[in-house]
């Protein structure tokens, strides 16, 4: 009976090796599990598979590095959609640190593209303050809010940027949110007013707040929710990345973590259960 | 032939005039602002190529101030708006040769408002929920009797002070990451006030690490005063309250670094916190401490919940401060917000089944827009 | 008069700030965004204050050689490093005092204060954010007991919303058709979590919305003077 007792008092030292073991072995040897799309997932993914090729898309990077192993994966994964179909992609940060996660998303994926160009297939504007102002800017005049890329050279040099003088000629518009401002802004401006398609990318957290939005009038197309949404994006497009191998991390550290519970719970039993039969057998 | 030529002319003319008819353009000034905008809507068929505004000041020269697409239907001008001042605007109709086909012209006056008539709802909601709570306040000067449940991990607050007395460690306190702009940070500190004159009262040891520079002259002084009014101002140590970092992750390693050296007896955790939460709440277990916490963050609740001995949620934080001192004007505010409560559990309601019938006015007037 | 002017000011700015909410006419209309800028300003001048006050604690403990006093000196180098490099050279938006030399860049691959912030503090910050993942685990283990109904009804709560959230999940339910697709576990953790935790998580941000608003009316009134040090 005492190793019931022992269950109520496991040193988390041993609690910790196992969540390590758990969480490093899947990501070194790419365990994985099988994974189900969901419909959310799967209607970001139809969204732009529909889409024409040459077909302008927007996609803003509200997240900073304290929420990229989430958001990420999300981000190559669209990417890599994007430039498959032959999509052009216009990006924007509405973070600070969002223009640092859009560049090493594209240097990720573009070494996988050789034929992409930037200017042509891709351009990265850079990030703006304001939220909610810069996103009405963008409606009214896209070119007078973002006058020149990331880099400084004024975008009439780039042919990707002809024509477009707000949100209609873009073909749809992603955010990768993190937080505010972020995915529900543009929303209210880019659905709400233009009624172009908006799908988004948020952390495991705050996707139930999003949700709501995938609804009857397609605020939102669909909604790429943490982890297990990246991955699921990922196999939809068939090139399973960091997210893919974190699920099989997460699926071991949850197992364990609920093992870890049960032996908690059958100590607690087991040892009360004696208590109370003690308890009965004094006078 | 004449016939002909005459029928052609007409469907012309008629198409032309119903063209004309179809599109609409009408500038007024922006309601509920100050006077620097002026609201140009339209109605256009969605065939048209292009619109082109152009705004002028002498009805003369037009300068132009945006291209826009009939889908849009609405344009807000604020580019050097003065209030009072009348303009003059003109929507051009472009089509797919880039050539004008027609003009529409409207003119308008930017004024400021006194009254922003879209927070009627806000004002009303206010002027209850003030209402309620002044009406409480004034109760219980005039010595109505007020109930308030207990709050366990307010009334242990003693006790953990006795506690790190008698075993000679020392209290940290964390104020949360927020700045003082942030309402938690303010009753995390207020309640420091209390925590800090027990501290003076016992003879113990508080340490507050602070996240920013503001909390770190508040709090300095919070502390000082609590020792003065104590009546232990040669006790205060000034060096109590001492500044780490502004970074998250860098607090949260310098705090977990000061409860595993100096293995506290008691610690607090009072204010606005985000993910670091667990990492303090756990290191503070492992260190033997009591922990008492509270938080208005509900993402971050659960963890305080599941890791710490006592904590306030939501708005038992606030409410602490009020609790602790025990002065009817105080608890008389708590009593109001309960009734504050009472109204928006109603209105709740009321509103479930409104929508649920189809009735939509009670969640339009309270739509801020 | 000590305390009575810093209450007049609360009284007079946090009234005018209510007020102006409501009146968009000049000069209330922008009051709220003007007096923000103003704190933005005078907390930029208090990082100061608190450099100073992390410099004083950390030199008083080298000084007095208190246990580990070593490591305080650590802390004052790589403080005083990070912004020698900022100052020096610069950061990727910003140029600093001194040009970088191309052998350096090439070196680096970025400037020095970059080149710390992206290989030493964005892993050091990682580190921290990564500890969450064991103490989950040792918090819950603690936690999850069915010591009763209501802690019982949370663990049954935490456990389906785990597996739910995992492929195993999927895998453990994926075999029930999809007439009964409810009962599917990932379906019965989005479920928790869109309706049962949202719901709660509506109910704690407003009752604590309305502890802010009767805070903050004690503290406007001078009820609450707590924050000034004082009953």
Not at chain 1, 21 to 34: D, E, K, Q, R, Y
Not at chain 1, 63 to 72: A, H, L, V, W
Not at chain 1, 228 to 234: C, L, P, Q, T, W
Request: hydrophobic share 45%; charged share 15%; aromatic share 12%.
């Amino acid at each position: 009976m005492k190793i019931f007792e022992r269950f109520l008092t496991i040193d988390r030292r041993i609690i910790f090796l196992l969540i390590f073991i758990g969480v490093a072995l899947p990501l070194i040897f790419m365990i994985t599990f099988n994974l189900e799309v969901t419909e959310n997932v799967q209607s970001v993914y139809e969204l732009l598979q529909e889409m024409e090729p040459g077909t302008r898309i927007l996609i803003s990077f509200d997240y900073d590095p304290s929420t990229k192993p989430e958001i990420q994966p999300m981000a190559i994964a669209l990417l890599q959609q994007a430039f498959t179909n032959r999509l052009r992609v216009i990006t924007t940060a509405l973070w600070p640190m969002g223009v640092q996660m859009c560049n090493e998303a594209y240097e990720t994926v573009s070494a996988e593209y050789p034929d992409i160009e930037y200017g042509i297939d891709f351009i990265n504007l850079g990030y703006k303050s304001g939220g909610m102002v810069t996103i009405n800017h963008m409606a009214k005049d896209f070119r007078s809010t973002f006058p020149a890329d990331a880099g400084g050279v004024p975008i009439d040099d780039f042919p990707i940027m002809k024509g477009i003088k707000n949100f209609d000629k873009i073909g749809c518009m992603i955010s990768l949110s993190a937080g505010d401002p972020g995915l529900k802004q543009w929303v209210m401006i880019v659905h709400d007013t233009f009624n172009k398609p908006v799908a988004g990318g948020t952390t495991a957290v705050q996707a139930p707040t999003m949700l709501p939005y995938v609804n009857e009038q397609r605020q939102l197309i669909g909604l790429l929710g943490g982890l297990k949404g990246a991955a699921e994006f990922e196999l939809l497009v068939k090139k399973p990345g960091f997210a893919t191998k974190g699920m099989g991390a997460q699926s071991i550290a949850h197992l364990i973590i609920i093992l870890f519970i049960v032996i908690g719970n059958i100590g607690y039993f087991v040892t009360r259960k004696q208590q109370d039969t003690i308890k009965s057998k004094k006078p | 032939m004449r016939v002909s030529v005459f029928f052609t002319l007409f469907i012309l003319l008629l198409s032309l005039s119903l063209f004309a008819q179809e599109v609409t353009f009408l500038a007024q000034d922006n309601p509920n602002d100050d006077g620097e905008a002026i609201k140009l809507e339209w109605v256009a068929p969605v065939t048209i190529f292009e619109l082109v505004l152009a705004r002028s000041e002498d009805n003369i020269t037009f300068t132009k101030i945006a291209r826009v697409t009939p889908l849009l239907r609405t344009y807000i001008d604020d580019e050097n708006i003065e209030d009072g001042k009348e303009y003059s605007y003109r929507l051009a109709v472009i089509n797919d040769e880039q050539e004008v086909e027609q003009y529409y012209f409207s003119a308008a006056t930017a004024s400021a408002q006194w009254f922003n008539t879209d927070k009627i709802s806000l004002l009303i909601m206010a002027i209850f929920l003030a209402s309620a709570i002044v009406y409480f306040i004034l109760h219980a000067r005039r010595g109505g009797r007020l109930y308030i449940r207990k709050i366990s991990g307010l009334d242990t607050m003693e006790e953990a002070v006795g506690r790190a007395t008698e075993m000679g460690k020392p209290i940290v306190f964390v104020p949360g990451i927020m700045d003082l702009d942030d309402m938690q940070t303010i009753a995390g500190l207020n309640i420091l006030g209390h925590l800090a004159t027990k501290v003076a009262q016992y003879d113990s040891t508080i340490h507050v690490p602070v996240c920013r520079s503001m909390v770190l002259s508040t709090a300095k002084e919070i502390v000082k005063e609590s020792y003065l009014r104590a009546g232990r101002p040669d006790a205060f140590n000034p060096d109590s309250v001492y500044y780490l970092t502004d970074d998250q992750f860098g607090y949260v390693a310098g705090v977990d670094g000061i409860i595993l050296r100096e293995k506290p007896a008691a610690n607090f955790y009072l204010g606005a916190f985000y993910a670091e939460s667990l990492i303090l709440a756990e290191t503070g277990f492992e260190s033997g401490a009591i922990q008492i916490a509270g938080t208005a963050m509900p993402t971050q609740i659960p963890f305080f919940v599941a890791a710490c001995d006592y904590t306030l949620i939501g708005e038992e934080l606030f409410a602490a401060s009020a609790y602790l001192s025990n002065e009817p004007n105080q608890l008389g505010s708590l009593k109001g917000q309960d009734v504050g409560k009472a109204i928006i559990i109603v209105v709740l309601l009321a509103g479930v089944v409104l929508e649920m019938c189809g009735v939509h006015f009670l969640k339009d007037f309270l739509n801020l827009h | 008069m000590r305390r009575q002017i810093p209450m007049i000011i609360t009284f007079l700015v946090g009234t005018l700030i209510i007020v102006s909410e409501f009146i968009p006419h000049k000069p209330f209309g922008n009051l709220s965004t003007t007096l923000e800028g103003w704190f933005l300003i005078i907390s930029g001048f208090a990082i100061i204050l608190g450099q100073l006050s992390l410099f004083k604690v950390n030199i008083i403990k080298i000084h007095r050689r208190t246990p580990n006093w070593q490591y305080y000196i650590i802390a004052l180098v790589s403080f005083s490093i990070m912004v020698l490099c900022g100052i020096l050279w610069g950061t990727q938006q910003q140029p600093g005092l001194l040009t970088v030399r191309e052998g350096m860049l090439n070196f680096f691959g970025y400037k020095p204060f970059d080149y710390i912030f992206k290989y030493f503090f964005e892993n050091l910050s990682a580190t921290m954010f990564s500890l969450l993942a064991f103490f989950m685990a040792s918090a819950s283990y603690r936690a999850f007991r069915a010591r009763s109904p209501e802690s019982t009804l949370l663990l049954i709560a935490a456990v389906l919303v785990m597996l739910g959230r995992t492929t195993i999940g999927s895998t453990l339910t994926g075999w029930i058709p999809n007439s009964l697709n409810f009962l599917q576990l990932p379906k019965i953790a989005s479920f928790i979590m869109k309706y049962p935790n949202t719901a709660g998580q509506r109910a704690i941000m407003i009752c604590a919305g309305l502890g802010v608003i009767g805070s903050s009316l004690r503290i406007i009134l001078g009820i609450e003077r707590s924050y000034l040090g004082g009953k």
